[in-house]
């Protein structure tokens, strides 16, 4: 049986360390989450498989990361000064502020009053200011997307590595939107993370490379352990495309609160690299420019068939970190009836991205020979390099494989009498127990074989 609600996820989350309101302790920063212990572990892998797939396993894309702070003529050429809004509504009954396309039946949320004002924009850009003078001439702002640091380093890019088309850039990292009602846990959060990749191309073989990039996304998520039936692919209407957009198809989930988004694909065109590029709609290189205003960059690359220079299309496929996190905790949570008619909470996460590989727990914590043991094998498994390996010293050898099961542990090996030939069985010495999370079953393995066996079942 699935997650029935995101009450029940949300307990999970602060119960175990995976993820806590920020600022908790007073009171809360609405909008802002903190990653706990195990949690910090499952976005750090889920990032790491995201880079691995889009970087290390393509020959075509580079990686950056780029400034957080931004200059205010970036985000002014783009378009987000100007753009980048929401509708937002007051309640005039308790003063109260709505995102107007989240209102339902025209009523306030809090009290269910109809008198609200008219929607009015919005900018979700978080200003600040730049040096020690606060003035008009001093603000920028903490970047709403981590696009925008690609494209005003495609010509950095292009020269220090000589790529051609069609290539990509890559980039994991923080992007601030102040959201006029944050909501559904981590899912619509004013702090968050993208994983955003920027793909350019020769103008008129973006659309076929829109299709790739949309069916690549979507199998990248099911190899995350997300089924095609809780994914979906949704093609944007012509009235809902952002305003640098030609087509978006959403890759959408089934969260808990319902089928949202979870990663654009979008076809940006020559939008932003043609804003950039001094800023002339008709990209004429030769015009004047007021270097305190526009560009002077010639964001521009050799067409690969006639070696003219041409400012390329860019698809752009990008999606939320913390969103991807709500989505595989989704996906992994589980509630089990076992025989003896309890029941067990366990996380399947894929073994890539669960937070703790392997646990390793001693029968008895007050027997040195046995915990000298155990931690002997957990230094030697965590060597391996596969990922966290956590000596679990409870005593309790039953709630702790509980305790793993519901934090998506992907195996329990247990140093008993047995592995130091101290039981009845004398065959058993220099072996241990190891147990699967999924089934259950347990069996014993020689220490011997202990790494090869784990690292063969963590990559299956």
């Not at 020959?59 to 987000?80: C, F, M, Q």
């Not at 913390?322 to 949570?333: Q, S």
Request: with cysteine; hydrophobic share 35%; net charge negative.
């Amino acid at each position: 049986m699935p997650v029935k609600n995101m009450d029940e996820l949300v307990s999970l989350c602060k119960r175990r360390g995976f993820i806590f309101p920020g600022s908790d302790i007073y009171g809360g920063l609405q909008g802002t989450y903190d990653y706990g212990p195990l949690g910090v572990e499952l976005k750090n892998n889920l990032k790491a498989a995201w880079w691995r797939a889009m970087v290390y396993e393509r020959d075509d894309v580079e990686g950056l990361d780029a400034s957080i702070l931004t200059h205010k003529l970036v985000l002014r050429h783009s378009g987000h000064e100007a753009t980048f809004t929401d509708p937002m509504v007051d309640c005039r009954n308790c003063q109260s502020r709505w995102r107007a396309d989240h209102v339902v039946n025209g009523r306030c949320e809090r009290c269910g009053s109809d008198d609200l004002t008219e929607p009015r924009p919005f900018n979700m850009m978080f200003k600040t200011t730049i040096g020690p003078i606060a003035d008009e001439d001093s603000y920028g702002y903490l970047r709403p997307e981590t696009a925008q640091g690609i494209f005003t380093n495609f010509k950095n890019i292009v020269d220090s590595t000589s790529r051609r088309l069609p290539f990509g850039v890559a980039q994991i990292g923080k992007a601030f939107r102040n959201e006029i009602t944050p909501r559904n846990f981590i899912f619509r959060v004013r702090e968050f993370e993208q994983m955003e990749l920027e793909y350019f191309v020769k103008p008129g073989s973006d659309e076929e490379w829109h299709r790739h990039w949309v069916e690549t996304r979507l199998q990248w998520w099911r190899d995350q352990g997300l089924l095609s039936d809780n994914l979906q692919a949704y093609n944007q209407e012509p009235d809902e495309l952002a305003h640098y957009a030609k087509a978006t198809v959403d890759i959408l989930y089934r969260f808990p609160h319902g089928l949202e988004e979870l990663e654009g694909i979008a076809n940006r065109t020559d939008f932003d690299l043609g804003s950039h590029t001094r800023n002339q709609a008709d990209y004429n290189l030769t015009a004047k420019v007021d270097p305190n205003e526009d560009s002077t960059a010639k964001l521009v690359i050799p067409d690969p068939d006639t070696n003219k220079p041409i400012v390329p299309y860019v698809i752009e496929p990008s999606a939320g970190v913390d969103r991807g996190v709500l989505a595989v905790l989704t996906e992994a949570y589980t509630h089990e009836e076992l025989d003896n008619g309890k029941e067990r909470v366990v996380l399947k996460l894929r073994p890539h991205l669960a937070p703790i590989k392997v646990a390793i727990l001693p029968l008895a914590r007050n027997r040195p020979e046995i915990v000298d043991k155990a931690k002997g094998i957990k230094r030697e498994l965590q060597a391996l390099g596969f990922g966290r390996v956590f000596y679990e010293d409870t005593g309790n050898i039953g709630k702790g494989y509980r305790r793993h099961d519901e934090v998506g542990t992907p195996f329990c090996v247990t140093v008993d009498f047995d592995t130091l030939g101290q039981g009845d069985d004398s065959a058993l010495k220099d072996t241990v127990t190891i147990r699967d999370r999924d089934t259950m079953a347990q069996e014993r393995v020689p220490i011997s074989e202990l790494a090869e066996y784990v690292r063969s079942r963590l990559q299956a």
